[in-house]
């Protein structure tokens, strides 16, 4: 099955500087890469996603690239504020199947 | 924005009890899936379920596990015997019925303590 692994586990970061979180998956033939902000005690919300057609998607202060080559993805926080902080999930599926395999999680916390 | 919902938000049960996790989807869904999420770890998936049917489980969906769809709106998720072990947060979710890659949107989700 699809193998998603996330990096760091922990990111800390001054408030308006960047943050970036990478993924790497197993599963060559998955073509599309969702990423989840989970604020505590909340549900997993989709933030942007990324079908593998495209190299770089952005919206407003959040971005993600896509190597397939190196089957790994980045999700790319700019000018970061307070409410950025959550833990960060990427996410997997593989080809043709419904289940998203999620990464570990990253614990982003903004330093005022 | 229509969004996914789930009941109860909290339940506490006692170890070999029976409970059920109800979920509405997004009303124009048609793939529902359950996943958990165990304190301070990552989401798993449990079940895919599409027309009527279970598409996929997982490895953690044995037998004490069940879904059903019994009308319209409602999704739910079945724990025979509960064990404690069992005890996490369960996320329902949807997607649409499109080609290729579907988004999922989660619900809020229900904390299931097993005392």
């Known amino acids: 099955g699809e193998n998603v692994e996330q990096h760091p586990s922990t990111l800390s970061v001054q408030e308006g500087d960047s943050a970036v979180i990478k993924c790497t998956y197993s599963d060559s033939a998955s073509n599309y890469f969702p990423w989840y902000k989970q604020e505590l005690g909340k549900r997993p919300q989709l933030i942007i996603d990324i079908r593998s057609n495209v190299g770089e998607k952005k919206d407003q202060r959040i971005a993600v690239t896509l190597n397939k080559t190196a089957k790994h993805f980045s999700l790319h926080i700019t000018e970061t504020q307070p409410e950025d902080s959550a833990v960060y999930f990427c996410?997997?599926?593989?080809?043709?199947?419904?289940?998203?395999?999620f990464g570990t999680g990253t614990r982003l916390t903004i330093i005022p | 924005e229509p969004e996914v919902t789930q009941t109860p938000s909290h339940q506490v049960t006692q170890m070999g009890q029976e409970v059920i996790l109800r979920c509405v989807p997004i009303s124009n869904h048609l793939y529902f899936y359950w996943y958990r999420q165990i304190l301070g770890q990552k989401v798993e998936f449990l079940v895919s379920f599409y027309n009527n049917e279970i598409s996929e489980k997982s490895e953690i969906f044995d037998d004490q596990f069940s879904v059903e769809r019994p009308d319209g709106s409602n999704f739910t998720l079945k724990i025979r015997s509960t064990k404690l072990e069992d005890s996490a947060m369960y996320f329902c979710?949807?997607?649409?019925?499109?080609?290729?890659?579907?988004?999922?949107?989660f619900g809020p989700g229900t904390r299931l303590t097993v005392t």
């Open positions: 996410a997997a599926p593989r080809f043709g199947n419904e289940k998203l395999t």
């Open positions: 979710a949807s997607s649409e019925a499109q080609r290729g890659a579907r988004e999922q949107y």
